[in-house]
């Protein structure tokens, strides 16, 4: 140190000087060019922080320092110029004059020091400039000018600087503008280098930027000497120079650019005459600069102030080259932006504004221009010319007033383009064009029908990709929903577009092309007619003789009734359609008003209702609107109008729905109505025939149109109808005929199969449709007469299906409740059912259901079912069998499947099986009885075991819903002999293991079907039985998840079986839950296994001649459970069979190999399970685990290898297993202290005890592994949940595997042992006693670890245990081992956590044998003087002042030492120690105590902040003991108030506020204080030097100035100026921020 400080002293004074800041404020500004770029920004910080008060000293001193240090390095002088620009910035208030000029000169000076250009240092000195010119701009104008010499070339940055000067300080500058320009002239003609040509450019476009920002203010302006006008000569002068020399003939883009920018301004302020005179040349200039250079911004803008000057001005000559410029402003508009890069954006904007300018002039020549580009078939070049004229309609609205029409008409071109992009842009014009009433001039229909066209564009066609361009691509969708945006707020947001849309927009209702656009246009027309219906305008009422282009009110009607026959199609149309409706109808015909008006907001009510759900009913919708046609017709009620409507619906289904099949087949079901409402036979003739021929029979959804359309025609003409279908099959249904229309034409295969399909089902439809006393004679001769012949051999899916749709139509025709009679028998029926267990066939039951083939089947066997009379039993058998088998089984999706096909999959196999519960039901319902509900479930009953959940879930489900119809029928109608159920025991065997399945939907079901059967067989039907009542509760219960639960459930299921289960069912019922023991799936075999246990205890005695048979299947089930749940289970109901196992048995068990099996874990629990047999096996296995070996030890090469003893490991194995039997915790907490004891030497003798070879093979556990597995055991049978945590916490089975670690585990124990058994301590402690001497070194260390901690967890109530741990510690002092001394010191240490303060008593002792600790001298790594350390802080803790007293001072000055030692622990513990010596501060030591915390304050504080975490914890706690000492209630407040222990401390925030206080209170110790922190200043550790820089800044600069004479401030500041040149950057860091809190010294 004091060769420090002659290094410090060595400095020279003149750094310092007489005021200490400034020499600090020298020396940063000195040190601010660091290597590290971190350290240089925080001595930038640091000046600019000092300046905050004294902000012309740090400009003075960096000012004084430049101009004394002419040499110094460029980077050093520009941060110092930075900073001092900064400073400027923010404190210009304050700068006076005189350092202004000063700072003006070295601004002056640091520009042109240089001649070359170096811009990144003369920039900071313009800068520099620019911002004290803010305040002094004549003066740096003054001396920028003083730089101007007639013939010599000022420096760039001279002139660059006098630009950002000028538009820094506008109002100051311009009144001298003249003059600078009138001194830069001469020069402008003697600058040859292109630097200088480009900073005079760009200082001119400054100047006359600056110039015109003046006196755009016409207030500043008034007020001006001079106007705008007198700039024109010197700028004219500039202007020539710049335009005519610099322009024309330099090669530098650079240069043009900023000549382009510099004319640009400067065109404002020439004259009239000067700007007519030079246009041509100077338009045709800068047009020509497009061509020469790729960045266009600078030449936009100057082209754009060029229009707008020579407009303002009235130029003559402007008309002939607005041509020429907006050619080029066009093709240069076409380029697309880089909207990555802002100046290509800036650009495109002044592009248009250029156009804009033009049009305040030129309105019509710039619309006929731009018409004029849009005629090119070029993408790009319309897209650009629609974005000017959206631009231009915006923003230039009273200069286009005018030129309305001429836009209106030109747009026409684009009405049919092709390009999507375009049609998008073209959308956007029409409704910029219809917001300023565009629209209504003549043309503007056809833009409103572009509109309506986009509204319907088919978005499944996509248009051929053109070559690829910049703009993002336009998808149909895009352009679709956009224009869908358009129509709807040009109708109800634009005022007057209502007369232009009506009624003209009621022609786009018939054509096709706007079908897909229909729910759109409905909306905006009911917006307009509702409007004008509710406000009764003239116009609403239209006649249609006169407005002559509008559709027909039948021509509407029709459109409109199919259109709302699929609401949900055009994006849900329907709400708009029948809105549209409700809005026309006194337009389509007066007798319907009423009606509509009535039935039109039921309809909208069922919609809003129904649409957004997912069970919306097609069906019953369509029923609804052709009822409401019906009605309709029936109002009119006029034949001539009906048929005239029927060929107009008939031409419109023909022509406008052939790509929308459901709305053409709806035309064909309302087509259907009219005929049936229609007398005329020919009409009905004509239109039969219209459907057939116009029918696409690839369609299904046409093709059940059609048949319904004529099933609904047959109900009045069925003869008619009937010769139709057989005309279609003779000429139609052949490969070569005559057609409908007599032209004969061949037919492909596919197609005679689609048309099959067709007519199959219209005899289907016409069936059902058919008056009921006709079809009876008609069915056989006329209907399947025509059908048969196509039954067998169907190749074609479609034909099938429609077959099958057939059956079913004429099953329900043919039902009693249809006929409304009963004496008709249906001969066919067989034939057709077997037709369709044909095609059942045909569908392979491992594929996924890709069709409705069988749900359609299954329907339609349940309608053939239905009709008399019963199947015989051999016909339902195969029924059933077939339908099940095809149809369980199948999986949800196949291979590589689609999402939407695995969704079709989904809903084609939800059909299927709706199809087959009603099957069965029906099959069931036909013959209600117990013979019949078994005959359908045995087809069941495997398909309830799968271990797939979804045919359990499947087969469950179908039996449910046969129990359900069974019991109901039975409530209905109850007969003799219904109750008696048979199956009672199958049935429940097999469905318990549902009641626990994993499924919760399984689970509700089998529940309720065990309801459902013992109501049935408890005689319950029509009464109420509460025990079988109470499985409602236990269905509420199934949803729960949790084991718990569903044991419960099953248990309390068990309850009810015990007490309602016959005992002729009992035997049945268990040899099915036998079976169910093994199922697939775990939760239901431990629901079969609760079931049976709760059978074998209550009713054993119903079947006790079966219990051989019984234990025979309990065994053979044992191996194949997979559920561990279910074999505990199962081992328990063996335990009242098993006998009680000898010793000798046991012995045989010890020489099984480890790791135990499942098996001999269970035989072992068994065996335990008797208290008296527990203790003689404890008592055993304790003996040999005594008597055992516990390692054999073998030499090999002087290796010494330990290896495991199988006995003994086996001992530990068996216990680990014994424990967690329940039934002995008893009998274990009984000789809870021996297996302690024992199992803790176990442990410590298993450390680094090797497996044998033969262990290894098998994976056996180690011996330590076993041990501390049975160690965990005990202790979680006795219920030690604290040590348990402890143990587990912290990894214990890792610690006590080596020797290192093994003590680390015996302190956790220890910890938690009297927490959890504090009656069991001593005799623990007892039983341990003998081993502290053993010949086992594991032994010793185990027991002197566990005693060291259990120490500090005595009570004062146990000072004799207390006593013979000590005197046991102190006697292993001189154990051989490290271990065991080191652990032994900790334990007399700990003797101070003894409660009740009662280490006193043995203070005498215990300080001996800790200060002949310190002294041990095999001590690596001071551990042992650590642990001594650390005993002693506890032990001061706890004694009196008076054993202390003597050597307090000496033990004082043995811990300071330590705080400096390289070791955190061993830190730590010096600062604990010291800490703890505060309890003796007090009474006669206190002066000399108080003496040794003043010494040694800086050092606890400088160790508060640094990188061990264990040495700013143990520094925390000796201040907060330290601080009532010390004589500072404030001082003290803060160390109680933020020196937590465990919290994070804010260090430079507590070690600010602290100083505030330390200056105050001990103001006398200050100097003392910050002279120790210097001598930090040399510490190895950076992290405490920066702490020491902090601490020497925030007591100084806290420090009060009355009291700074008694500071060393000299030599202060000279250790910060040294510190501030560290090799450490972090220190500097520290040291620039501690000197700028040092500006008031």
């Known amino acids: 140190f004091g060769l420090w400080v002659q290094a410090v002293m060595a400095i020279p004074v003149?750094?310092?000087?007489?005021?200490?800041?400034?020499?600090?404020?020298?020396?940063?500004?000195?040190?601010?060019?660091?290597?590290?770029?971190?350290?240089?920004?925080?001595?930038?910080?640091?000046?600019?922080?000092?300046?905050?008060?004294?902000?012309?000293?740090?400009?003075?001193?960096?000012?004084?320092?430049?101009?004394?240090?002419?040499?110094?390095?460029?980077?050093?002088?520009?941060?110092?110029?930075?900073?001092?620009?900064?400073?400027?910035?923010?404190?210009?208030?304050?700068?006076?004059?005189?350092?202004?000029?000063?700072?003006?000169?070295?601004?002056?000076?640091?520009?042109?020091?240089?001649?070359?250009?170096?811009?990144?240092?003369?920039?900071?000195?313009?800068?520099?400039?620019?911002?004290?010119?803010?305040?002094?701009?004549?003066?740096?104008?003054?001396?920028?000018?003083?730089?101007?010499?007639?013939?010599?070339?000022?420096h760039f940055f001279v002139v660059k600087t006098l630009g950002t000067l000028a538009t820094a300080n506008v109002e100051a500058m311009v009144p001298h503008l003249r003059e600078v320009v009138a001194r830069m002239l001469p020069l402008l003609g003697i600058a040859k280098h292109d630097n200088m040509q480009w900073v005079f450019s760009i200082t001119f476009a400054r100047l006359c930027e600056s110039i015109v920002d003046f006196y755009a203010d016409k207030q500043r302006a008034s007020k001006a000497e001079l106007s705008i006008e007198d700039y024109a000569g010197e700028v004219y002068s500039a202007y020539d120079i710049l335009f005519n020399n610099w322009l024309r003939t330099s090669k530098e883009t650079r240069i043009r650019l900023a000549v382009a920018e510099a004319i640009g301004f400067a065109v404002h302020l020439l004259s009239q005459e000067q700007l007519n005179a030079q246009l041509q040349s100077l338009v045709h200039c800068v047009l020509g600069l497009y061509k020469k250079h790729s960045d266009h911004y600078y030449i936009s803008q100057c082209m754009c102030m060029i229009v707008e000057a020579a407009i303002k001005k009235e130029c003559i000559h402007l008309n002939g080259l607005m041509t020429n410029i907006l050619v080029t402003m066009h093709h240069f508009a076409c380029v697309p932006v880089d909207t990555s890069s802002s100046i290509s954006i800036k650009n495109n904007h002044e592009l248009l504004r250029c156009f804009a300018v033009a049009t305040e002039g030129f309105a019509h020549q710039v619309v006929s221009f731009l018409l004029s580009r849009l005629e090119p078939n070029q993408e790009r070049s319309r897209i650009t010319t629609l974005n000017i004229m959206k631009h231009l309609i915006n923003s230039c609205v009273d200069a286009l007033e005018d030129e309305q029409p001429l836009i209106v008409s030109g747009l026409k071109i684009l009405l049919n383009e092709p390009s999507l992009k375009v049609r998008s842009v073209f959308s956007q014009v029409i409704i910029?064009?219809?917001?300023?009433?565009?629209?209504?001039?003549?043309?503007?229909?056809?833009?409103?029908?572009?509109?309506?066209?986009?509204?319907?564009?088919?978005?499944?066609?996509?248009?051929?990709?053109?070559?690829?361009?910049?703009?993002?691509?336009?998808?149909?969708?895009?352009?679709?929903?956009?224009?869908?945006?358009?129509?709807?707020?040009?109708?109800?947001?634009?005022?007057?577009?209502?007369?232009?849309?009506?009624?003209?927009?009621?022609?786009?209702?018939?054509?096709?092309?706007?079908?897909?656009?229909?729910?759109?246009?409905?909306?905006?027309?009911?917006?307009?007619?509702?409007?004008?219906?509710a406000e009764e305008a003239e116009d609403y009422e239209l006649d249609f003789e006169v407005v002559v282009n509008l559709p027909k009110p039948d021509q509407m009607l029709a459109r409109l009734i199919v259109?709302?026959?699929?609401?949900?199609?055009?994006?849900?149309?329907?709400?708009?359609?029948?809105?549209?409706?409700?809005?026309?109808?006194?337009?389509?015909?007066?007798?319907?008003?009423?009606?509509?008006?009535?039935?039109?907001?039921?309809?909208?009510?069922?919609?809003?209702?129904?649409?957004?759900?997912?069970?919306?009913?097609?069906?019953?919708?369509?029923?609804?609107?052709?009822?409401?046609?019906?009605?309709?017709?029936?109002?009119?009620?006029?034949?001539?109008?009906?048929?005239?409507?029927?060929?107009?619906?008939?031409?419109?289904?023909?022509?406008?729905?052939?790509?929308?099949?459901?709305?053409?087949g709806f035309g064909f079901k309302c087509l259907g109505v009219v005929m049936r409402k229609s007398t005329h036979k020919k009409f009905v003739q004509d239109h039969l025939k219209l459907m057939f021929a116009s029918v696409r029979h690839s369609s299904q959804v046409e093709r059940e149109g059609c048949a319904i359309g004529t099933g609904f025609c047959a109900a009045s003409h069925l003869d008619m109808v009937v010769e139709q279908l057989e005309h279609v099959i003779k000429d139609d249904m052949v490969r070569k005929g005559k057609s409908l229309f007599g032209l004969v034409k061949d037919k492909s295969?596919?197609?005679?199969?689609?048309?099959?399909?067709?007519?199959?089902?219209?005899?289907?439809?016409?069936?059902?449709?058919?008056?009921?006393?006709l079809i009876t004679s008609r069915i056989e001769v006329n209907i399947l007469r025509s059908i048969n012949p196509h039954f067998a051999k169907v190749k074609d899916t479609v034909v099938k299906q429609n077959l099958i749709r057939t059956i079913d139509l004429i099953g329900k025709a043919l039902h009693p409740d249809h006929l409304k009679t009963t004496n008709f028998i249906f001969s066919k029926r067989k034939d057709l059912i077997e037709h369709l267990l044909n095609y059942i066939r045909l569908e392979n039951p491992h594929q996924p259901v890709v069709s409705e083939t069988r749900a359609l089947c299954m329907t339609a066997c349940a309608t053939l079912i239905k009709l008399d009379p019963q199947l015989p039993e051999a016909e339902q058998f195969e029924v059933v069998r077939i339908s099940t088998d095809h149809l369980i089984a199948v999986p949800l999706s196949g291979k590589k499947m689609s999402d939407i096909a695995i969704k079709e999959c989904a809903d084609f196999t939800k059909a299927a099986f709706i199809a087959l519960d009603s099957l069965l039901t029906e099959l069931l319902m036909k013959r209600i009885s117990s013979d019949n509900l078994e005959s359908i479930y045995k087809h069941l009953e495997h398909w309830m075991q799968s271990s797939e959940e979804t045919e359990r879930k499947r087969a469950v489900d179908c039996l449910c819903n046969l129990l359900d119809n069974y019991y109901s029928e039975l409530e209905k109608n109850p007969f003799e002999g219904t109750h008696e159920l048979p199956l009672q025991g199958r049935l429940i065997g097999r469905l318990v293991p549902r009641c626990s399945d994993p499924s919760v939907d399984i689970r509700k079901t089998s529940l309720h079907c065990v309801q459902v059967v013992l109501k049935i067989a408890t005689c319950s039907i029509g009464t109420s039985d509460k025990l079988v009542e109470a499985v409602d509760l236990?269905?509420?219960?199934?949803?729960?998840?949790?084991?718990?639960?569903?044991?419960?459930?099953?248990?309390?299921?068990?309850?009810?079986?015990?007490?309602?289960?016959?005992?002729?069912?009992?035997?049945?019922?268990?040899?099915?839950?036998?079976?169910?023991?093994a199922d697939y799936q775990a939760q239901s075999s431990s629901g079969a296994c609760v079931v049976l246990n709760g059978l074998v205890k209550t009713r054993m005695t119903a079947i006790l001649s079966k219990l051989p048979d019984l234990i025979d299947e309990i065994h053979i089930k044992l191996g194949d459970i997979v559920s561990a749940q279910t074999r505990t289970g199962t081992l328990r109901c063996l335990r009242t069979l098993v006998h009680q196992q000898t010793l000798p048995t046991l012995q045989h068990m010890l020489t099984k190999s480890l790791p135990y099996d499942q098996n001999l874990i269970s035989m072992w629990e068994i065996m335990i399970g008797d208290k008296q047999l527990a203790k003689i096996i404890f008592e055993h296995l304790l003996e040999v685990i005594a008597l055992t070996l516990p390692y054999q030890e073998k030499d090999f090469g002087g290796t010494i290898t330990r290896t495991e003893t199988h006995t003994a490991k086996a001992v530990t194995a068996s216990l680990s297993v014994i424990f967690e039997v329940e039934e002995v915790e008893s009998v274990i907490m009984n000789m809870f202290s021996r297996f302690f004891a024992d199992l803790l030497l176990r442990i410590g003798v298993c450390v680094d005890v090797q497996l044998t070879p033969g262990a290894k093979k098998s994976r056996s556990p180690t011996a330590s592994q076993c041990a501390v597995a049975a160690f965990k055991g005990l202790l979680k049978s006795t219920e030690c949940s604290t040590l348990l945590k402890y143990m587990d916490e912290n990894n214990f089975d890792k610690l006590v595997e080596n020797v290192e670690t093994l003590p680390h585990g015996m302190l956790f124990i220890a910890r938690g042992l009297p927490l959890d058994k504090p009656e069991h301590v001593s005799t623990i402690v007892d039983s341990l006693q003998s081993s502290l001497s053993s010949v086992y070194e594991g032994h010793r260390i185990a027991v002197v670890a566990f005693y060291s901690e259990l120490v500090s967890t005595l009570k004062s109530d146990q000072l004799d245990l207390a006593e013979l741990l000590m005197n046991s510690l102190l006697g292993r002092q001189v154990d051989s081992s490290y271990v065991v001394r080191m652990y032994s010191i900790r334990g007399l240490g700990n003797m101070a956590d003894i409660e009740g303060n009662q280490v006193g008593k043995f203070s005498t002792t215990v300080l001996s044998a800790m200060i002949a600790g310190m002294d041990d001298r095999e001590d690596p790594?001071?551990?042992?003087?650590?642990?001594?350390?650390?005993?002693?802080?506890?032990?001061?803790?706890?004694?009196?002042?008076?054993?202390?007293?003597?050597?307090?001072?000496?033990?004082?000055?043995?811990?300071?030492?330590?705080?400096?030692k390289p070791s955190g622990a061993v830190r730590a513990a010096a600062f604990r120690l010291f800490g703890s010596l505060s309890r003796f501060g007090k009474g006669h030591s206190k002066g000399p105590f108080l003496e040794q915390i003043q010494t040694n304050f800086v050092s606890v504080l400088l160790h508060l902040n640094e990188d061990e975490e264990e040495v700013k914890s143990a520094c925390k706690t000796a201040l907060i003991k330290l601080g009532p000492l010390m004589g500072?209630?404030?001082?003290?407040?803060?160390?109680?108030?933020?020196?937590?222990?465990?919290?994070?401390?804010?260090?430079?925030?507590?070690?600010?506020?602290?100083?505030?206080?330390?200056?105050?209170?001990?103001?006398?110790?200050?100097?003392?204080?910050?002279?120790?922190?210097?001598?930090?200043?040399?510490?190895?550790?950076?992290?405490?030097?920066?702490?020491?820089?902090?601490?020497?800044?925030?007591?100084?600069?806290?420090?009060?100035?009355?009291?700074?004479?008694?500071?060393?401030?000299?030599?202060?500041?000279?250790?910060?100026?040294?510190?501030?040149?560290?090799?450490?950057?972090?220190?500097?860091?520290?040291?620039?921020?501690?000197?700028?809190?040092?500006?008031g010294y």
């Open 1421 to 1460: 790594d001071d551990l042992i003087t650590m642990e001594a350390m650390s005993g002693l802080a506890k032990i001061f803790d706890q004694i009196d002042e008076k054993h202390v007293r003597p050597i307090l001072i000496n033990i004082a000055l043995r811990i300071r030492p330590c705080f400096e």
């Open 749 to 773: 295969e596919a197609d005679v199969e689609r048309i099959k399909a067709t007519v199959m089902l219209c005899y289907g439809y016409v069936t059902y449709h058919s008056p009921p006393h």
């Open 1528 to 1639: 500072s209630v404030k001082v003290n407040e803060m160390f109680q108030k933020h020196l937590d222990p465990d919290a994070p401390l804010l260090y430079p925030d507590f070690l600010n506020d602290l100083c505030k206080h330390v200056v105050i209170d001990f103001k006398d110790k200050v100097n003392f204080y910050v002279m120790g922190a210097v001598s930090f200043f040399k510490s190895s550790w950076s992290q405490v030097k920066c702490n020491a820089a902090l601490l020497v800044g925030y007591m100084l600069g806290n420090l009060p100035p009355e009291y700074s004479s008694v500071i060393s401030k000299e030599h202060i500041c000279e250790a910060l100026i040294l510190l501030l040149k560290d090799p450490s950057a972090e220190v500097r860091i520290n040291t620039a921020e501690a000197m700028s809190l040092l500006h």
């Open 14 to 154: 003149t750094q310092v000087g007489a005021s200490q800041i400034e020499g600090l404020t020298e020396s940063l500004v000195d040190s601010i060019f660091d290597q590290s770029e971190t350290v240089a920004r925080s001595i930038s910080k640091a000046l600019q922080d000092i300046a905050r008060s004294k902000p012309i000293v740090v400009l003075s001193i960096s000012c004084t320092y430049l101009t004394k240090h002419a040499k110094l390095p460029r980077t050093h002088r520009i941060l110092i110029l930075r900073v001092m620009d900064n400073i400027t910035r923010e404190y210009i208030d304050v700068i006076d004059s005189k350092l202004a000029g000063e700072i003006i000169a070295l601004g002056s000076r640091e520009l042109t020091l240089a001649n070359d250009v170096i811009p990144d240092w003369q920039s900071v000195a313009s800068e520099l400039l620019s911002t004290i010119g803010k305040c002094y701009a004549i003066d740096v104008m003054k001396e920028l000018l003083g730089k101007f010499r007639s013939g010599v070339m000022p």
């Open 563 to 664: 259109m709302s026959g699929n609401p949900l199609n055009g994006r849900g149309r329907g709400e708009h359609v029948i809105n549209c409706m409700a809005a026309l109808a006194p337009n389509i015909h007066e007798d319907i008003v009423e009606l509509w008006d009535a039935v039109t907001p039921k309809l909208l009510a069922y919609l809003s209702e129904h649409q957004d759900t997912e069970k919306w009913d097609q069906k019953h919708w369509e029923d609804l609107v052709l009822k409401f046609l019906s009605r309709t017709l029936d109002d009119i009620s006029d034949e001539e109008w009906l048929m005239n409507f029927g060929t107009i619906l008939g031409t419109q289904v023909t022509k406008l729905y052939n790509e929308f099949p459901e709305e053409k």
């Open 432 to 533: 910029a064009m219809a917001h300023h009433q565009y629209l209504a001039h003549e043309g503007g229909q056809m833009l409103i029908e572009f509109i309506v066209r986009q509204c319907g564009i088919n978005t499944c066609i996509m248009p051929k990709p053109g070559p690829a361009g910049p703009d993002p691509p336009v998808s149909p969708t895009q352009l679709r929903d956009m224009n869908d945006n358009v129509l709807l707020l040009i109708t109800t947001t634009v005022e007057h577009m209502t007369e232009v849309l009506w009624p003209y927009i009621l022609e786009f209702i018939i054509p096709e092309q706007y079908t897909r656009g229909f729910g759109m246009l409905a909306r905006c027309i009911h917006h307009i007619a509702s409007t004008k219906r």
């Open 1034 to 1077: 236990l269905k509420e219960r199934a949803a729960e998840n949790d084991p718990n639960s569903l044991f419960t459930l099953v248990n309390d299921l068990s309850k009810v079986l015990c007490k309602k289960i016959s005992d002729d069912n009992l035997w049945l019922m268990v040899s099915n839950l036998l079976e169910g023991l």
